[in-house]
């Protein structure tokens, strides 16, 4: 399996510039994950789906961001207008569906890592 | 609130020695815990968990206590190497009103971990 891939590996934007992120989970796993790392608050989870269906979005910063799952093999995070405090690395994880606690476990891509000048 | 806390923002180990990170949680809710290791450019792969039902959890050189009445449990890597070198990032999990819910992270601000040759 190829794992979690996000693209791009590097965004460079302008502020006021629209942005999108892209996320393919591992084929099978149910639930998808968006995370934001930045140095002031680490880790944080923005938003994240379940079949394909948003379940939990009060990580989201501000109505400037947005994301859609609109099939199982496919996700995207949008940002509009851009700002400079949007400057972070963006990460996508995936997980499989179960009742057992391992599926808890969460795998990771490489991240995108955005730069608002 | 932070509910997951790494203290040490960094840590360095001699080669060959025993390398211990530290992660204090405050929701007596969690019921799974999780390491997980961050090289550079990378996202962050899973190294090992343990459930609430257990107190330790051992794979290869990695081991992990948990400690329930102290809220805390520890990453014990043991012999140390240099290729060990990397960001170290606790997460804790629980079940929730819904299983949609069970399936979040909350992690910690993590650990850099340097093993010197």
């Known amino acids: 399996d190829a794992g979690v891939i996000q693209s791009p590996r590097h965004e460079v934007t302008e502020m006021g510039q629209e942005v999108t992120l892209r996320c393919k989970p591992i084929?099978?796993?149910?639930?998808l994950f968006w995370y934001r790392q930045t140095m002031m608050r680490g880790l944080e989870l923005l938003i994240y789906?379940?079949?394909?269906?948003?379940?939990?979005d009060s990580g989201m910063p501000e109505d400037r961001f947005s994301a859609k799952m609109p099939n199982a093999s496919f996700s995207t995070l949008k940002i509009q207008p851009s700002e400079p405090r949007d400057s972070a690395v963006y990460f996508c994880?995936?997980?499989?569906?179960?009742?057992?606690?391992?599926?808890?476990?969460?795998?990771f891509g490489a991240g995108t890592r955005l730069s608002v000048l | 609130d932070q509910q997951v806390k790494q203290n040490s923002p960094s840590l360095s180990v001699q080669e060959g020695r025993i390398s211990i990170l530290n992660c204090d949680y405050t929701?007596?809710?969690?019921?799974?815990f999780l390491w997980y290791k961050k090289y550079p450019a990378e996202g962050p792969t899973f190294l090992i968990s343990?459930?609430?039902?257990?107190d330790k959890n051992e794979d290869g050189r990695f081991t992990v206590f948990l400690n329930k009445s102290a809220k805390h449990l520890s990453l014990h890597i043991v012999p140390s190497q240099p290729g060990d070198s990397a960001v170290y990032f606790c997460?804790?999990?629980?079940?929730?009103?819904?299983?949609?819910?069970?399936?979040?992270?909350?992690f910690g601000s993590g650990t850099q971990l340097t093993v010197l040759p």
């Open positions: 994880a995936s997980s499989p569906l179960g009742s057992s606690q391992s599926k808890n476990i969460q795998y």
């Open positions: 084929s099978g796993h149910d639930y």
């Open positions: 789906f379940n079949n394909n269906v948003p379940i939990d």
């Open positions: 929701n007596s809710m969690f019921d799974y």
């Open positions: 343990i459930s609430s039902i257990k």
């Open positions: 997460a804790a999990s629980w079940a929730g009103i819904s299983s949609g819910s069970a399936r979040q992270l909350t």
